[in-house]
């Protein structure tokens, strides 16, 4: 049971369960539309992504642009979540939880242009612009949408996550079937290779974590209808 809701002022949710201490949506009613309808440009930019007949070189571009706009918008929610103690998500989320979600993913993507791998890892960098919907959805619970809605985020979110996690290992598996073939190549030394193949080795591996994430706070928020944890 909660033992302490604030809405008023910018004050974490304290939720008395097993010492959690949830964030909570933002004061202002406008900053949680501002980043949903930012995570929608997003999920359409992901949509016209994909209706691509062919993920070639010449949409990394348009990928790197979208990937962009994630990382900023995940950014700014890390910011607020350190600042005031906002979380547009809210309720269900942690400023741990956040980090451990939104960090993560940040770093692992500017790690992938930073060394120019994004060729390599083109579908799963498109199907994972599918998830903000996901991440939408939690926002318009928090800004008051009908309880119907938790059961189709629950659905889209498990949905797309398991076609992501699915992406993700295929992806990975035909990256380390080519290391394999330029095995020789690493035994021999060459430096970028083996570095190149170190990166494939642990980078996407330790994604997947993270992309469980928005499942644990949606079974958290399963049967929630407090409207007081609504922002208003």
């Known amino acids: 049971m909660a033992s302490e809701v604030s809405l008023g002022s910018p004050q974490k949710i304290s939720t008395g369960k ?14 949680s539309w501002c980043i949903l309808l930012a995570y929608l440009a997003v999920f359409v930019e992901g949509v016209a992504l994909l209706a691509n ?38 309720p269900g989320w942690t400023s741990g939880e956040l980090i451990a979600h939104h960090v993560p993913y940040t770093f692992t993507v500017m790690l ?15 199907v994972v612009l599918l998830t903000p919907l996901n991440e939408g959805l939690f926002i318009a619970n928090s800004l008051g949408a009908p309880g119907t809605q938790r059961a189709v985020r629950r659905a889209y979110g498990f949905s797309v996550i398991v076609l992501l996690i699915a992406t993700e ?13 330029s095995l020789p190549i690493v035994l021999a030394g060459i430096v970028p290779t083996r570095r190149q193949c170190l990166i494939d080795v642990v980078s996407r591996p330790t994604g997947f974590p993270c ?6 706070a949606a079974s958290r928020l399963q049967g929630i209808n407090d409207p007081r944890r609504c922002c208003i």
């Open 211 to 216: 992309h469980l994430l928005p499942l644990q």
């Open 169 to 181: 290992i295929r992806t990975w598996i035909k990256v380390m079937q080519q290391h394999w073939e």
């Open 112 to 126: 992938c242009f930073a060394l120019n791998q994004q060729h390599k890892w083109t579908l799963p960098l498109v």
């Open 53 to 90: 007949d062919h993920y070639g070189p010449e949409i990394l571009p348009r990928v790197s642009a979208a990937q962009f706009h994630l990382c900023s918008i995940y950014v700014l929610e890390v910011a607020i979540a350190l600042g005031p103690g906002w979380c547009a998500m809210s």
């Open 18 to 31: 097993q010492g959690r201490v949830e964030l909570q949506p933002p004061s202002h009613t406008w900053i």
